[in-house]
């Protein structure tokens, strides 16, 4: 596999970008292409995801982009082929990111394992408590299969509940800057600054944040505050009015703000 998550954030410390690509949006070929693209323009993550039918915390950009690739005829198993066909072409870690409600009807063991096959380095699934009935089954499959679980925390959280996240934490912890749906917003919510010193407090892991960010300002923003910026309704927003180059400019474009500031 090329790259991992932890040899990420052990390079040069600058805040790194994590970009979202809806698999099968507008079509299969096309989505792989921009994958290639994000990492060719400077990516240091690449989430990838699997499209589904009710995505509850996506807003109507990425919404959208799911139900379009459904309607191509987009198949988890035609996603982690697509995956396994760049894998060696990719030198940064790719993430899936779906449903818990697609995890379990293809069943977790076949789920991950099958994910680990294709040369993901972790799974992003917003929706699946840390307390649920069969996360204990979904973390050991993530173990055996030597990939990584990214946990997702919105502002709001109890303390306790925070700690006992955090205990089975790993990789890095993915923060919401605002509690809702993605979608490219102006601004950034006081209430979530606030919640990424709070999730500081309690752990060393790398912290990402997203939902929201539509300006490389916001970005370089998030400065010091958090390791790594995601951005996913914003990209496509771009590709729709401008395609791949529209979105490879907006990497670069953010990555040479980050080098300034920093």
Known sequence: ???????????KKRLKIMTHVVAGYPDLETSQNLILAMAEAGADMIEVQIP???????????????????QNGLTP?????????IRDEVKLPLLFMTYAN???TLGLERFVSESAACGVSGLIIPDLPFDERGYDDYYFWLKECN????????AGLSLSRLKKILKRAEGFIY?????????????MEIKSVDFI?????????????GFGISSV??????????????????????????????????????????????
């Open 52 to 70: 589904f039918t009710d995505p509850l915390a996506d807003g109507p950009t990425i919404m959208a982009a799911n139900h379009k690739a459904l």
């Open 175 to 187: 923060i919401t800057l605002r509690v809702g749906v993605t979608g490219a917003r102006n601004g």
């Open 197 to 209: 010193d709070r999730v500081k407090a309690y752990t060393d892991l790398p912290l990402a944040a």
């Open 217 to 262: 300002e916001q970005i370089t923003n998030l400065i010091g505050k958090v390791d790594m910026a995601v951005v996913g309704s914003h990209l496509i927003n771009l590709f729709n009015s401008g395609g791949k180059e529209n979105v490879q400019n907006f990497i670069k474009e953010t990555n040479q703000a980050i080098e300034q500031v920093s």
């Open 77 to 85: 198993k035609l996603c982690l082929k697509m995956i396994e066909e």
């Open 147 to 154: 990939l990584v679980g990214i946990q997702v925390l919105s």
């Open 102 to 104: 697609l995890a379990y």
């Open 1 to 11: 596999m090329n790259g991992s998550i932890e040899e990420v954030f052990a390079k």
